[in-house]
């Protein structure tokens, strides 16, 4: 059964940074792509970044260039590293993984971590 656990959320003032982590069991981690998504209050949740097996990765336009996602397969876990947070960055993150590549279907979501970004 694949489980996947989100940790790293907090606290923290704009301008600021966090690392979240993602790991996984119960998959052959090194073969899926891990994704990150995201849901603020009252909205749709949103894909956030998401790596490849090796290593490739894409982002949405509105975190370029402040997050980065990387990937540790001897640990099976995922690391968003987010800089220059926002208020806007404010929701609850979420981690999934998918057989299928960076584009999905995304079959397996963790329970999700919060981050809040004060002004």
């Known amino acids: 059964q694949v489980q996947v656990v989100e940790s790293g959320g907090g606290l923290v003032q704009a301008g600021g940074s966090l690392r979240l982590s993602c790991a996984a069991s119960?998959?052959?981690?090194?073969?899926?792509?891990m994704g990150w998504f995201r849901q603020a209050p009252g909205k749709e949740r949103e894909f956030v970044a998401a790596i490849s097996w090796s290593g490739g990765n894409t982002y949405t336009d509105s975190v370029k260039g402040r997050f980065t996602i990387s990937r540790d397969n001897s640990e099976n876990t995922v690391y968003p590293q987010m800089n220059s947070l926002k208020p806007e960055d404010t929701a609850v993150y979420y981690c999934a993984a998918s057989r299928s590549g960076l584009k999905g279907p995304y079959d397996s979501w963790g329970q999700g971590t919060q981050v809040t970004v004060s002004s």
């Open positions: 119960g998959l052959t981690f090194s073969s899926y792509a």
